[in-house]
């Protein structure tokens, strides 16, 4: 009886692909029902591939959070970026290949051409449909994409609003392969807290400083500790300069301390419990460009 039950559970692998800003992290964030990947108005908020796991009684979705692939891929940072995604496309079982509003540029064209390389389903996801004030322009902008590529299927979506989630999320577990679950059921990510506490703080910085910074800040967790029944959280921001190191700490701490309350409550609803956060700022010259440091830093597969 129980055998029977395994063999018709359905579990895979299905990507979010997508040029950066385009909303696959709030998607993902959506379709989990909890935040597990940050996001922000900036491209290049995520820098590494995260598993959201998504199941019920008969299906597991794993789904793989990409950074978006980039044209300039100069700086050793984004080189490592758009090879996590390449990586990524080999071993899915599904794509979800993620536009906005009624936009394809170049930088879509190119991800696409990645897309066409595998040989699994591709669902086209069309997000920000609640941007697009002419609704009627859908349907002709929805022809011309499907004749670039024979998608497997197409739907428009508001991953903000929650619109039309329901049908993503079905259309994504039927296509799922049959097979036994790779993780247990209750597992929602493959991160731990102490790298989950990392990204909390990294997506305040970057919604904190806007354009002020530029996306190299990195923080690294030198403490996290459960003692009592509260976590102590050591995080350090990392930043390229002194000049940037006096924009994230603000005038009398101000702004550093608006980046630790803010980070401090997602951390409190995401571990369940009392956090106790202390932030420093250090000066780290040119990392982004270190391959070396990139690696200490876990930037590299
Ligand atoms: P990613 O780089 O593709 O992971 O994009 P993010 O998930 O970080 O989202 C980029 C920005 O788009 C954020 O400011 C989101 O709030 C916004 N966004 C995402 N989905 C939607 C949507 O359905 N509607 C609207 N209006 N904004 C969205
Ligand atoms: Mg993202």
Known sequence: MVE?????KRCGYVALVGRPNVGKSTLLNHLLRQ??????????????????????????????DTPGLHIKSTKALNKA?????????????????????????????????????????????INKIDQIRE????????????????FDETVPISALGGHN???????????????????????????????????????????QLGDELPYEATVEIERFKLEGAVIHVHGRILVDNPGQ?????GSNGDRLKRIGSAARTDMELAFGGKVMLNLWVKVKGGWADDERALQSLGYLD
């Open 135 to 150: 609704k009627k322009r859908l349907l002709p902008h929805i022809k011309e994409l499907v004749n670039k590529h024979k």
């Open 165 to 207: 989630l329901e049908r993503l999320e079905m259309l994504v577990k039927d296509g799922l392969p049959i097979g036994p679950f790779l993780f247990p059921e209750d597992q929602v990510t493959d991160r731990t807290s102490r790298f989950m506490a990392a990204e909390m703080i990294r997506e305040k910085v970057i919604r």
């Open 35 to 64: 935040k597990i990947s940050i996001t922000s108005r900036k491209p290049q908020t995520t820098r590494h591939r995260i598993l959201g796991i998504l199941s019920d009684a008969n299906s597991q979705c794993i789904f793989v």
């Open 245 to 249: 190191k006096r924009i994230m700490i």
């Open 4 to 8: 029977t039950q395994q063999e018709n």
């Open 81 to 125: 970026m758009n090879d996590t995604v390449i990586n990524t496309l080999r071993y899915v079982d599904t794509i979800l290949f993620v536009l906005e509003r009624l936009t394809f540029n170049q930088e879509d064209e190119l991800v696409l051409q990645q897309v066409r390389k595998c040989k699994v389903p591709v669902i086209l996801v």
